[in-house]
């Protein structure tokens, strides 16, 4: 079995790790972030998080559907990096090299970063490894992006090795105009150092005059 076939030539299959009728799958998202890649979720009517011509990575996906017409979930976004953290998508994201998937299993190389990743899938977890060159390692969680465009997100830190949260999402080609939460809890095995939050700010127009964040991101540090 091949799991990269039907993720080109629009393709709506995926290459993600996931165990059959499973609540999550651990999707590579590479649609979004760069003007490297050959499709953009935002461009056109996109229903994957994946495209086999595009390298440009911006994380894990853990609650997505493979092989359908309209574009849903693609949320819960988990990105692994090195060095200063930075928040936009467009600074953070890497090329990737070295793909590799087979039924429960993807990995690839993150080569900006030298980090190589792997990633499998319970009926109801998702399980990823990292392996960092020596410095500093991050790992951030975008609750913004998505491969629809909802907005509404909570997080909550509960120790240096758990955090817990929600992300709204729409529904199945928008056919009712509602949204709901996916709810999730992220367990790490190391403890963090350092955590906090970042929130994209909206732009202001007579306000941006006393307001050094308007359409920037606010940093809160929480821990």
């Known amino acids: 079995m091949n799991p990269f076939i039907g993720t080109s030539n629009f393709g709506t299959t995926n290459p993600g790790a996931l165990v059959p009728q499973g609540m999550v799958s651990v999707v590579p998202f590479n649609v979004t972030g760069s003007v490297e890649n050959t499709w953009d979720k935002d461009q056109r009517w996109w229903s994957t998080p994946y495209a086999w011509e595009n390298e440009y990575f911006t994380g894990y996906s853990h609650v997505n559907l493979s ?32 793909q590799q998937a087979s039924p429960g299993f993807y990995g690839n190389l993150l080569t900006k970063y030298g980090i ?26 975008d609750l913004g992006n998505g491969l629809t465009n909802e907005t509404g997100a909570t997080v909550k830190i509960v120790s240096s090795t758990e955090i817990e949260g929600q992300r709204m999402t729409g529904t199945f080609c928008y056919n009712d105009g509602t949204e709901r939460p996916v709810y999730f809890v992220a367990r790490f095995s190391q403890a963090a150092e350092a955590m906090g939050v970042w929130k994209k700010m909206p732009p202001m127009d007579a306000e941006s005059v006393w307001s050094a964040t308007s359409g920037a991101y606010k940093y809160y540090s929480d821990y």
């Not at 309209?70 to 953290?85: N, Q, R, Y």
């Not at 109801?124 to 790992?139: D, E, Q, Y």
């Open 67 to 98: 092989g359908v017409g309209c574009p849903d979930l693609g949320v819960v976004l988990v990105m692994p990096t090195t060095g200063e953290i930075t928040a936009d998508v467009k600074e953070y994201g890497s090329r990737m090299s070295q």
């Open 116 to 141: 190589r990743t792997e990633v499998t899938a319970t009926p109801r977890v998702g399980l990823s490894k990292f392996t960092f060159p020596k410095g500093k390692s991050n790992i951030l969680i």
